[in-house]
């Protein structure tokens, strides 16, 4: 499974952006997704995450009530709609997925996802 992030862009604070993240591959493997961020100089940080029918979502205190996770299964793609953007947001957002079915879409930690997109940047300027 390949997963392509895009969408970053350059964006004053109170703005909003949308990223999507692309499967391709063995996509009948991609089961919760989710996304994460790294800003520089602090480690890989999770955002949000989705289980594979798109119902239930799950998000950091962060980001609640501003972000939006959802995907598009017959398209194989994950959106993050980003909204009320602060300086803070700015960071590399990575998307990621886990290989097998999971019980749980509480998953936090980049040891819990298999796939790994490259990363998309997100700057927010104040």
């Known amino acids: 499974v390949q997963l392509q992030a895009s969408g970053g862009g350059l964006v004053q604070a109170g703005g909003s952006l949308r990223l999507s993240c692309a499967a391709s591959g063995r996509t009948f493997s991609v089961h919760i997704m989710g996304w994460f961020r790294q800003a520089p100089g602090k480690e890989r940080e999770f955002v949000a995450s989705?289980?594979?029918?798109?119902?239930?979502?799950y998000y950091a205190d962060s980001v609640k009530g501003r972000f939006t996770i959802s995907r598009d299964n017959p398209k194989n793609t994950m959106y993050l709609q980003m909204n009320i953007l602060k300086p803070e947001d700015t960071a590399v957002y990575y998307c990621a997925s886990t290989r097998q079915p999971r019980a749980s879409i509480v998953l936090v930690t980049t040891d819990e996802y298999f796939y790994w997109g490259q990363g998309t940047l997100v700057t927010v300027s104040s």
């Open positions: 989705i289980s594979r029918n798109g119902i239930g979502t």
